[in-house]
């Protein structure tokens, strides 16, 4: 059962300011969407300073990404069809949020993998981090960087470009962007103290199986 779409604008507003203000997207960066119904979605317009967005902000767009409701000249944002496909490969999810978080973008331009041998936390949480090879933002490579990988993964690392994590909820996604941030800064840390020392690789195992677990049942 869906949520109403004016509760649906409160939370897609309320993450908005949180992604801002955390420093995870800029200006008018970044995009949002959430699955109002079978057809249609709320997702963020293009060009709208983040900070400033209100709840009659947000439009609804159907899965060609025309406008079916919103502000008079308001357009979905560039990256619409990415959003849409994660919808079409992914049924069982509701939210996108595609963020610019710093240090993970960082990773991607020192072409290091995403580190999930570090933290508990993210193996059992979220997994394996794939990053997407570099596509133009708004194109049609983006859109194909990304259908692959989303099937089997929640969250991805867009190469020089940002992330793209997706749930059943647009908080599960928010606490995903902010788990892969914060160990991404992690990893910065550790690497100008001296030697990284990855967890034991039976215990990385371990982990990865009880996320795995964790995950299926949430899934029924």
């Known amino acids: 059962m869906y949520a109403s779409e ?13 992604v801002t203000e955390q420093g995870l997207v800029c200006s008018s960066d ?3 969407s959430m699955r109002l119904d079978d057809n249609h979605f709320l997702m963020t317009p293009t060009g709208l300073y983040k900070m400033g967005m209100a709840t009659e902000d947000p439009i609804v767009v ?6 079916v409701k919103g502000k008079p000249g308001y357009q979905p944002t560039s990256e619409f069809k990415m959003h849409l ?14 963020a610019h978080p710093p240090y993970c973008i960082a990773l991607t331009v020192a072409n290091i993998p995403f580190p999930t041998m570090l933290v508990p936390e993210v193996l059992m949480a979220i997994g394996e981090v794939p990053t997407a090879p570099y596509a133009r933002p708004g194109t049609a490579d983006l859109v194909s ?6 099937v089997d993964h929640d969250s991805i690392l867009l190469s020089h470009h ?6 059943e909820t647009l908080e599960g996604a928010l606490i995903a962007l902010e788990r892969m ?16 020392v990855p967890l ?3 215990e990385i195992q371990a982990l990865k199986t009880m996320g795995e677990t964790r995950r299926d049942k949430a899934a029924i």
Do not use: C, F
């Open 181 to 196: 941030e914060h160990t991404a800064k992690i990893y910065y840390l550790a690497s100008s103290m001296g030697e990284l």
């Open 162 to 167: 940002g992330s793209v994590n997706a749930s």
């Open 85 to 98: 496909e994660v919808y079409r490969q992914r049924p069982d999810l509701n939210a996108v949020l595609h």
């Open 30 to 32: 970044g995009n949002i």
């Open 145 to 150: 960087s990304v259908s692959d990988l989303i």
């Open 6 to 18: 004016y509760q649906l604008r409160q939370e897609l507003i309320r993450v908005t300011r949180i």
């Open 62 to 67: 159907n899965w060609e990404g025309g406008v």
């Open 200 to 202: 034991p690789a039976d």
